[in-house]
């Protein structure tokens, strides 16, 4: 499927459509870190991070792009599911190929699961062929929390006036199974192919599933 992206047909396609929701296992934020709401349809929460480089990385840096954000931890199986098969970086490749801005944001804190110095994550982006466009460390969880990210992986989709046009789960298969990849629906690629057709997205909204975002836990 092709992913042609043009201004033209991301400008027209800001406008969304509720999509079907997924069962799957979400384990809750602890209640100290309730998030805001993020609503498709809506403005995206600016934010600025810092990536594996030790740059800022602004969400305002991309104005005009069509930007992806992806939810990560290397010890989560879920992820492991999409990184191991090889179909993570493979969307990341379709996506930033057509002209998208990937993000990979990792909000582990430390000494919680997932969590990893730059090196560390420059070395397994290298090592598992990570095609995301950088990725951005944020241990205190203050970019996961503005978007109320619950699992890794949790995507969403920005459109290119800055409009969240999709907010979700990578697929429509919440397991841990590489086997159930081919017989999936890609909510992500369908997504991005009907913003490329200059389309709304089909479905906009679905429950991310996966392993809880290991957030800094509450002070005792």
Known sequence: MSLRLTRRSFLNSTAA???VGIAAPVLSLPA???PAAVTVGQAAPAFTGTNIDGAAVSLADYKGKLVILEWTNHGCPFVRKHYDSGNMQALQAEA???GAVWLNIISSAPGEQGHVSPADAKARAASEKWA???TILDPA???GRAYA???TP???IIGTDGTLLYDGAIDDKPTADKADIPGSKNYVRAALADIAAGKPVSVSSSRAYGCSVKYAKASA
């Open 17 to 19: 459509v509720a999509g």
């Open 32 to 34: 100290f870190a309730a």
């Open 96 to 98: 930033t190929k057509a």
């Open 132 to 134: 995301a466009s950088t």
């Open 141 to 143: 969880g203050t970019i």
């Open 149 to 151: 990210a619950k699992t």
């Open 154 to 156: 949790h995507m969403f």
